[in-house]
């Protein structure tokens, strides 16, 4: 059982940035294909980034691609996301997200999710 906890979020002004994380424990991190997806109100949960395991490959949604990096640090169990030049349609709650499958954007793929941290965009 892997248990997720994202921090980093918080209120940014357009055009800012943040860097959010994600700490994993319970598990063997370095077997785990990690995601990030987000949830604003109102709309369903959208994919945003993946890096797999051990080779670490990535995917983005073309909506973040560019100005967002996913990237994790295997001896520390924290996957992170940088995020750069948002924008109010980036504001949403953020979620954490593990898997043992390789490398996918689907949301169902992922048994394992963190409570979310919140990311407004505003000025």
């Known amino acids: 059982q892997v248990q997720l906890v994202e921090s980093g979020g918080g209120l940014v002004q357009p055009g800012g940035s943040l860097r959010l994380s994600c700490a994993a424990s319970?598990?063997?991190?370095?077997?785990?294909?990690m995601g990030w997806f987000r949830q604003a109100p109102g709309k369903e949960r959208e994919f945003v980034a993946t890096?797999?395991?051990?080779?670490?490959?990535?995917i983005y949604a073309d909506s973040v691609r560019g100005r967002f990096t996913i990237s994790r640090d295997n001896t520390k169990g924290t996957v992170y996301l940088q995020m750069t030049s948002l924008t109010p349609e980036d504001t949403a709650v953020y979620y954490c997200?593990?898997?043992?499958?390789?490398?996918?954007?689907?949301?169902?793929?992922?048994?394992?999710w963190g409570q979310g941290t919140q990311v407004t965009v505003s000025a």
């Open positions: 997200a593990a898997t043992l499958r390789w490398r996918t954007d689907v949301a169902q793929d992922y048994p394992y």
């Open positions: 319970g598990g063997t991190f370095s077997r785990y294909t």
């Open positions: 890096i797999s395991g051990s080779l670490i490959s990535t």
